[in-house]
């Protein structure tokens, strides 16, 4: 997968940013200076393309999932960010996820897979419309950061605490800040740091 990849300070936790549709592996890199600078970074850009705009998996429509293909994918991400972990000697428990929009998206399929072992996540304009009956995964050792929109013209707000069920219902430690539109904010990263 195409990616960007700086090496942090000795034994510090490593970001993998994964960027909202029509992005790529540079858009984040401003946000992970913001977030810490000491951190390592793998960025990643989404391998499909919807309209000539990079994404992560694909959909039928706006927030009607591809399932079949954003399982494939979540796969397909997991596993690179396993192999990059072992090419660049970082630890997997060690990643802290960056998500925005459709990145965030494609953050929760990899969280929730059995054999993730993620601790920590920062999402924003998360929306995840996905049936989760079968999911049994335990979150209680996970904290994750979810930045909403009160105003977002892609997801409402029932979309969005949906969100934040999917993490409480597994037990994870929830922290939410909520913005006005489908957007990151100077607030809503300075809210986010507090959970590094």
Do not use: C
């Not at 951190?39 to 998996?57: D, H, P, Q, T």
């Not at 979540?74 to 960010?81: K, P, R, S």
């Not at 029932?158 to 994870?172: D, H, L, P, T």
Request: charged share 30%.
């Amino acid at each position: 997968m195409k990616h960007i990849y700086k090496q942090g300070e000795h034994g510090k936790p490593v970001f993998v940013m994964l960027h909202g549709t029509g992005g790529d592996e540079r858009d984040l890199l401003p946000l992970a200076k913001i977030l810490d600078p000491t951190y390592g970074i793998l960025s990643v850009k989404g391998e499909v393309s919807e309209n000539g705009m990079a994404r992560f998996f694909k959909r039928r429509g706006e927030g009607e999932y591809d399932l079949e293909d954003l399982e494939f994918r979540g796969q397909e991400l997991y596993e690179f960010i396993e192999e990059s972990s072992r090419k660049y000697k970082f630890n997997l428990e060690d990643v802290v996820l960056v998500g925005f929009s459709n990145g965030s998206n494609i953050a929760i399929n990899v969280i929730l897979r059995e054999e993730s072992p993620f601790k920590k996540a920062l999402l924003f304009a998360p929306l995840y419309p996905v049936d989760l009956q079968q999911n049994t995964k335990d979150l209680s050792a996970f904290n994750v950061f979810l930045s909403m929109g009160e105003n977002d013209p892609i997801v409402t707000p029932e979309q969005s605490k949906r969100v934040i069920e999917i993490f409480k219902e597994r037990g994870a430690e929830v922290h939410e800040t909520w913005v006005n539109s489908h957007e990151i904010t100077q607030e809503s990263l300075n809210e986010a740091k507090k959970l590094l």
